[in-house]
């Protein structure tokens, strides 16, 4: 088994690489907080709720030997409405496009059946190199991160896995991030940048700023409404009649949620809790965009528009 820490590092090689690379893992490995710390930039929306990305984001961290595109999947998982059917579609579609997989398990949780389940798909695709990535490594002991990096091993030689590369990382502490891209980039194809200098990622602002409002809409309700939130950009314009140095940015956007009932969760009580959602999110797209920002945020019933396929595409699915 090769376990890859700082010191085995392999030098960087003079050709220049570009390619895509996929993180998969089951919901709430930590791919996207993983994405983020390597693009170094906010790019994927990260919660403790699994199932939170549902838009393939694509990261791209630039380096002077390599541009590597990270694209970022929603979890693999046994579906139970239309919407996990069509998640798990982008997964598979996903990974028969990238140039590598890295394939995340969490130091603090024993591989179990979810694992199993992806990893067993994993194994049936045969060209494409694969890397186990054990995350929250800052969470475990060392003697616990040693068992489940040969647990890793292990399950890897059960299925038929050869992993090209083991490697613990923790995206929080930033631990082991700058080699976890020095050990993808040799296995990418040699060829030019795919995208220009500066770009993180080539996700829509609209999208990028839904996604932002979304993940503050579930901060305080994840136990209530982990799944009932989807959220639409209606319009981003600038206001008209701003000074040069003073611009400011209308942003629309529409929060749907799929019962009447949930409409007072997430407004609370006397508006409170949307207030709260329209501030948190704001810095966010202000962070995001360079500029500032008025949002005006609207709550909709969409009734039960995760089972819907005409709801399921008229918000993007």
């Known amino acids: 088994m090769s376990v890859r820490t700082q010191s085995s590092a392999r030098p960087a090689e003079a050709v220049h690489r570009a390619g895509f690379a996929c993180f998969v893992g089951r919901p709430n490995a930590g791919k996207s907080t993983l ?90 695709i045969k060209r494409t190199p694969k890397v186990a990535i054990v995350t929250k490594t800052d969470l475990v002991t060392p003697k616990a991160l040693a068992e489940q990096l040969l647990a890793v091993d292990r399950l890897g030689k059960e299925l038929g896995i050869d992993w090209a590369e083991i490697v613990p990382v923790s995206a929080v502490a930033n631990k082991q991030v700058d080699l976890l891209a020095d050990l993808l980039i040799p296995l990418l194809p040699e060829g030019p940048a795919l995208y220009p200098e500066g770009d993180l990622t080539d996700e829509p602002e609209q999208v990028m700023v839904a996604e932002l409002i979304r993940e503050a809409a579930l901060e305080g309700v994840r136990d209530e409404l982990p799944h009932s939130i989807a959220v639409v950009v209606e319009e981003m314009l600038p206001r008209e009649g701003r000074p040069a ?73």
């Open 35 to 124: 994405m983020n710390a390597l693009v170094g930039q906010k790019v994927a929306i990260t919660s403790n709720r699994p199932q939170t990305t549902r838009h393939t984001v694509r990261g791209i961290v630039h380096r002077p030997d390599a541009q590597l595109v990270l694209v970022d999947t929603p979890g693999l998982h046994k579906p139970r409405t239309l919407l996990g059917q069509r998640l798990n579609d982008v997964v598979r579609t996903t990974w028969a496009e990238v140039d590598v997989i890295g394939f995340c398990l969490p130091a603090d949780q024993k591989i179990g059946p979810g694992d199993r389940f992806i990893a067993k798909e994993l194994a049936g």
């Open 245 to 317: 140095d003073k611009p400011l940015l209308d942003i629309h956007a529409n929060v749907f949620i799929e019962r009447p009932s949930q409409k007072g969760i997430i407004i609370g009580p006397k508006g409170k809790r949307l207030k709260e959602v329209g501030i948190r999110s704001r810095r966010q797209i202000e962070a995001l965009l360079g500029t500032p920002v008025f949002l005006d945020l609207h709550v909709k019933v969409a009734k039960d528009w995760q089972r819907d396929p005409k709801q399921l595409r008229r918000l993007g699915f």
